[in-house]
């Protein structure tokens, strides 16, 4: 099956593209539930406390990623800060593993608390999502949407690493959707079994099937997880 890399450099985090949506082979061969509003309120103390850590400690930045070219180590606030005059070749692209998507959430777990800190923003958003051009989208609610988007347009490695969390979780669920589709086709032993399994999963075929909403949920202390469709993300079990 063709699974397609992510390039981590697009500003759209859309949703899986029309790609991952099966074409039904001929018989003859073998909508978003809005997001939750509301904000996590990081005390004074707490929020100096991290703004003069965020200065001192040396986070880690680099984790393992399955790319296009095998596992690579990556320096994740390297990668999503092209260099000035761009790129002289294409760097490794990120393909819609777990891991990858894990390694991504736990980069923004940690860079979040000391970001808001730094940045005087009182309470992180419940939620964060994308629009399929991309667009941040925060509760209708939160006080602080304004200084918060303008202050992660600061931190392109940070809001890029949000944004192809979401893009990367969005081709995983569709991608989960499919595999039951393939496995069942591809054990089917005749021309009629083929097309029940078809018939089974038209609606992977259908044009105007809509792809899960994905958003990224923050917890008190500025921990990220992952939802579809207003449901946590099941991972595979390690």
Known sequence: MFVQAVNPWSSVASPAPSSFRSTPPAAS????????????????????????ESTTAAATHSASFDTNQGTVDIDIEAYFQPPAGGFTELPPLLMPSPANIQALSNYVSQKMPAFLAANGIPAAPASVSYDRQGQIQLPADYPYAEQFKAALAKEPALERSMQS????????????????????????????????????????????????????????????????????????SA
């Open 29 to 52: 061969a073998a909508p978003a539930p809005a997001n939750a509003a509301g904000t996590v309120s990081i005390s004074q103390s707490a929020r100096d406390r991290l703004a003069a």
């Open 165 to 236: 969390a979401a893009a990367l979780t969005s081709h995983y669920v569709e991608l989960q959707k499919v595999m039951p589709f393939h496995e069942e086709y591809a054990a089917a032993g005749s021309s009629a079994e083929a097309a029940t399994v078809v018939a089974k999963y038209a609606w992977l075929f259908a044009e105007n099937r809509s792809a899960a909403q994905i958003s990224l949920q923050f917890s008190v202390t500025g921990s990220m997880s992952l939802n579809a469709d207003g449901a946590a993300v099941v991972w595979p």
